[in-house]
Nanobody, 121 residues
Framework: QVQLVESGGGLVQPGGSLRLSCAAS????????MGWYRQAPGKQRALVAT???????NYADSVKGRFTISRDNAKNTVYLQMNSLKPEDTAVYYC???????????????WGQGTQVTVSS
């Protein structure tokens, strides 16, 4: 079994910062790309940022220059540092990872349970 557990969401004022964490655990052989997605009320889930196993990153245009994704491969953990937050960043944020479990040679996509981020004064 593989699990992704997120933490770090909450309520923050516009212009503030939050740091999300997502730890992968279980029978993991390899973790390839990891990333963050978000889903605002009434909207589809959308990419926020991704990071490959060698550290290459990709960001949605709406968060470039404000958010930073990083990972600690020794801890199987991905982070999202969010600065200069805006009300339109309000959403449920989901962690995502492409993982090869020990029991197979196949890559599967796993999702965390989601963490709420609310930006409001």
């Amino acid at each position: 079994q593989v699990q992704l557990v997120e933490s770090g969401g909450g309520l923050v004022q516009p212009g503030g910062s939050l740091r999300l964490s997502c730890a992968a655990s279980g029978t993991i052989s390899v973790i390839n790309a990891m990333g963050w997605y978000r889903q605002a009320p009434g909207k589809q889930r959308a990419l926020v940022a991704t990071v490959t196993s060698d550290g290459s990153t990709n960001y949605a245009d709406s968060v470039k220059g404000r958010f930073t994704i990083s990972r600690d491969n020794a801890k199987n953990t991905v982070y999202l540092q969010m600065n200069s937050l805006k009300p339109e960043d309000t959403a449920v944020y989901y962690c995502n990872a492409r993982i090869v479990p020990f029991t197979t040679f196949s890559t599967y996509t796993y999702w965390g349970q989601g963490t709420q981020v609310t930006v409001s004064s």
